[in-house]
């Protein structure tokens, strides 16, 4: 019988969707948990570096024993944790006498779930059979951009009609899309990158300089993207006058918008476009929001920089697991491990520079995103030294 690969590609959508949903749901609490459970504004930030610290570990340790489990198994708990994750945060606070233990242990089950599909999905599309496979993992993490959009609107809206106080159910609720997908992944064609054993090692793969470039590379797409992300709530409070809520709000959703559009176009482009070349305009354009968010005072122009900055950096993720992998086809499952921790390293990198930067110049942002520009200068850098290195091999 034909196996049916666009299960699989429906099953890696939805799992790019939980993984924006454990992603962006609980920040949309952060003062709930602050004026119910008492706890204290310094410990809620310690929840979204809890999330990307579990990821970081994740990413490590799926390099060197996710082959040995099975995707398949791997894929599966993804959703299973993910799913436990959501439901527990809606029942483990209450359970503690102090429920930000209960939030953390939630946390900590979310986004072990959410590093397992980080690093899964995206090699589980590239053994399918597709053509044009770079339009297609474009598309595949266009995903995660409607989801982020989606749980945020969605969210808003539903405590609106029935109130935050009931957020307990609507996380319950959430929790549905990676339970109910348990099903697509355990019934699912999953093939292999490379045959059992035949991968490259971590070793490996380290010895290589040029996959050295592309670590460099991932690091910079993560930090390009989260660093502006981040901070879009504060352009969209400054732009257009409205309120802080209003604004961590509209200004992730405006972003995430510009940046799935992005990512969509070159899905949609079936092999039209060629990718080291947008990769390198994408890079160029980010430069240019970023100097636009940072040298103008003028507010609304600083907006315009920070959503179109969303676009720009639509492609970087994707495009770069699409360049490595093509460079190194054997690179396995602990390549993409490794390309993940990259990205998750520059998304805990990037914000957390610009900021002390901000704070040494005197709580500056403007300043400190100026430095914030390096990373997708040196992106464009390293498209670049890729580049050249297949020009090369090629005569």
Known sequence: ???????????????????????????????????????????????????????????????????????????????????????????????????????????????????????????????????????????????????????????????????????????????????????????????????????????????????????VLMICAGSSEITMAQWASAYVESGLGLSKSIGDLLGPCLFAVAMGISRVIYGKSEGKFELTKYMLESGALCVVCYLLATLFENPVIGLIGCIVCGFSVGIMWPGTISITSSRFPSGGTAMFALLAMAGDMGGTLGPSLVGNISQKMGDDLHKGLLYGTAFPVILVISVLIMKASAKKEQR
């Open 1 to 215: 019988m034909k196996k049916n690969y666009k299960k699989t590609l429906i099953a890696c959508y939805l799992g790019f969707i939980t993984q924006a949903i454990v992603a962006n749901f609980t920040p949309l609490l952060f003062l709930k948990f602050h004026n119910d459970f008492g706890i204290s504004l310094g410990k809620v930030a310690l929840i979204p570096t809890a999330f990307f610290f579990v990821q970081i570990l994740v990413d490590i340790i799926c390099a060197k024993y996710v082959d040995r489990i099975g995707y398949r198994k791997s894929v599966v708990a993804s959703e299973i944790l993910a799913g436990a994750g959501l439901i527990g945060l809606a029942f483990l606070p209450s359970l503690f006498s102090n429920p930000f233990i209960g939030i953390i242990i939630s946390v900590v089950i979310y986004a072990t779930g959410s590093g397992l599909i980080e690093v899964l999905c995206s090699p589980i599309v590239e053994a399918c059979p597709f053509d044009n496979k770079d339009s297609v993992m474009s598309l595949l993490h266009s995903f995660y951009c409607w989801g982020s959009v989606g749980v945020i609107l969605l969210t808003t809206l539903f405590f609106a009609v029935f109130g935050i106080d009931n957020w307990r159910i609507i996380s319950c609720i959430w929790a549905l899309v990676p339970l109910v997908n348990v099903y697509n992944f355990a019934t699912c064609p999953i093939e292999h990158l490379v045959e059992d054993g035949e991968g490259m090692s971590i070793g490996q793969l380290f010895k290589i300089p040029l996959f050295w470039v592309a670590i």
